[in-house]
C-alpha cells in the first residue's frame, strides 16, 4: 500500500525556475523510491523562509485542506528544516512533516546491506534526530511505521538524549573499525598494484548497469534513486589483455544532507583511491548539466577532481536529437548495447595510452613471469620473438609509478 505524501516547496527570488522544477521533480522520484505517491505538489513564493514554520501562515491552512480532501499520510518539504519549523508544522497541519533529508536518510535506511552501510545510516540518523527531539516523544517512540520513521534495524530509537549520545559514540567506535579494515584490503590492493577505476555519476545514471555489463556480475540494477548504497569491486580485463578493478559507487545527488556526505565519506573515500574515473552521465536527462556540476562539485570536495576521468554518456538508446558531449575525453553509449561496452572498453585502454608512458623492452625466455606480468598490468601494443637474438621484444605503455618500471630500466 504506497502512502499518500503531500509535497511542499518554498521558491526563493533568487532560485532558478528550472533547477525548482527539477529538484521538485527529484523529490517525486524519491518519494516513490520510499515507497510512497505523491498525489499534489504545493509551492510558494517568497522573499525568505518563514523561520518559525518554513510556509506562509496563510499557506498552512491549504495544506491541511489538501492533505484532508487526498487523505494523505504524510508531508515531505523540499528544503531542510529547522527542528521548530518541524513541529510547528506537524501541529498546526495535523499530520506528520519530515523534510528531503529525512526522506533520503530513510531510504538510505531501507537499501542498506552491509555492517558498514547499516552504521553509517543509522549514525546519520542518530545526528539528524538528535536536535530534532523536544516534543516528537510520541511519534519517534517507534521506528517503522512507515516513511520517515524506519531504522536500519529493529532497535527502538529512545527518545532519551543521553541513549542517543552513547549509541552514536558506539557507532562511530565500530565505523573506526570498518574503515581500518577497509584500508587494509585497500592497502593490499595498492601493494599488489591493480590499477583502480571508480564508477561514479548522479544516482540512477546507469552506472550498476555498466558495471554488470563491463564485469559479468549482477550488482542490484533498479529504475529508482539510491539502488547501489554498498560500494562493489569486480576485475575488468581491457582489450589488449591489461586487467583492472572497478568500483560501483553509490549514486551522487543535488543538495545531498550534509550528514550523509560526511556518514558516508569513506564510501565515497573509493574514489579518492583510485587511478582513473568513469563519470556516467544520463545523457537522456534534460538536467543533465546540473546533474554533471553536482558529482564535479562533489569530487572537487573529496579531492578527486584531479584523477584522470573518462565521460561516458549514457543512454544514447533514448535521444532521438544529435547529442553534443559537454566535457572531453568523452563517450556516447548505451550500456544496454554489448557493441557500445566493446567500445567503451577500446577507449578506456585508448585514452589510458593518452595518459602513460611508452616503453619497449627484451625479455630473455626464461623471464616468463616478467612477460606475463607485463600482459595484465601494462598495455601491451607489439609483442614478437626475435630467434636471432633469441628475446622477447615487448612494446606498450605503462603508468608513471608503476614498480614494474625499474625492472624495465634493467633491461
Do not use: C
Not at 152 to 176: A, C, F, N, V, Y
Not at 329 to 345: C, M, T, V
Amino acid at each position: 500500500m504506497l502512502e499518500r505524501i503531500i509535497v511542499i516547496a518554498v521558491k526563493m527570488p533568487g532560485d532558478n525556475d528550472m533547477r525548482f522544477e527539477s529538484s521538485l521533480d527529484e523529490l517525486k522520484s524519491l518519494s516513490k523510491t520510499a515507497g510512497g505517491s505523491v498525489e499534489k505538489v504545493i509551492t510558494q513564493n517568497r522573499q525568505r523562509i518563514h523561520p518559525a514554520y518554513y510556509i506562509g501562515e496563510g499557506k498552512m491552512d491549504e495544506i491541511r485542506e489538501t492533505a484532508e480532501e487526498y487523505d494523505a499520510d504524510i508531508i515531505i518539504s523540499n528544503d531542510e528544516l529547522s527542528p521548530g519549523q518541524l513541529r510547528n508544522l506537524t501541529d498546526h497541519i495535523g499530520i506528520q512533516v519530515i523534510d528531503r533529508s529525512q526522506l533520503i536518510l530513510d531510504i538510505f535506511a531501507k537499501r542498506a546491506r552491509t555492517k558498514e552501510g547499516k552504521l553509517q545510516v543509522e549514525l546519520a540518523q542518530m545526528e539528524y534526530t538528535l536536535p530534532r527531539l523536544r516534543g516528537r516523544g510520541e511519534e519517534m517512540s517507534r521506528l517503522g511505521a512507515g516513511i520517515g520513521t524506519r531504522g536500519p534495524g529493529e532497535t527502538k530509537l529512545e527518545t532519551d538524549q543521553r541513549h542517543i549520545r552513547s549509541r552514536i559514540d558506539d557507532i562511530k567506535r565500530q565505523l573506526k573499525q570498518v574503515v581500518r579494515q577497509r584500508e587494509q584490503y585497500r592497502r593490499r590492493r595498492k601493494t599488489n598494484d591493480v590499477f583502480q577505476i571508480a564508477i561514479v555519476g548522479y544516482t540512477n545514471a546507469g552506472k550498476s548497469t555498466l558495471f554488470n555489463q563491463l564485469t559479468d556480475s549482477d550488482a542490484l540494477v533498479e529504475n529508482q534513486l539510491f539502488a547501489t548504497l554498498d560500494p562493489l569491486t569486480r576485475r575488468i580485463q581491457l582489450p589488449s589483455g591489461f586487467q583492472t578493478l572497478a568500483t560501483d559507487t553509490v549514486g551522487f545527488i543535488q543538495d545531498l544532507p550534509t550528514s550523509l556526505i560526511a556518514a558516508f565519506r569513506s564510501t565515497l573515500e573509493e574514489v579518492t583511491e583510485a587511478d582513473f574515473i568513469l563519470h556516467v552521465v544520463d545523457a537522456a536527462n534534460p538536467d543533465l548539466e546540473q546533474q554533471q556540476n553536482t558529482v564535479n562539485n562533489l569530487l572537487h570536495d573529496l579531492d578527486a577532481d584531479t584523477i584522470p576521468k573518462l565521460m561516458v554518456y549514457n543512454k544514447k538508446d533514448l535521444i532521438e536529437d544529435d547529442f553534443i558531449p559537454m566535457y572531453y575525453p568523452n563517450i556516447f553509449i548505451s550500456a544496454l548495447d554489448p557493441a557500445d561496452i566493446q567500445r567503451l572498453l577500446r577507449k578506456l585502454e585508448e585514452t589510458l595510452k593518452d595518459e602513460w608512458d611508452w616503453y619497449t623492452v627484451d625479455i630473455n625466455p626464461d623471464q616468463g613471469k616478467l612477460l606475463h606480468r607485463l600482459e595484465q598490468e601494462t598495455i601491451v601494443t607489439e609483442q614478437s620473438f626475435q630467434q636471432n637474438e633469441n628475446v622477447y621484444s615487448v612494446s606498450g605503455y605503462i603508468r608513471q609509478n608503476h614498480p614494474l618500471r625499474s625492472l624495465l630500466k634493467e633491461h
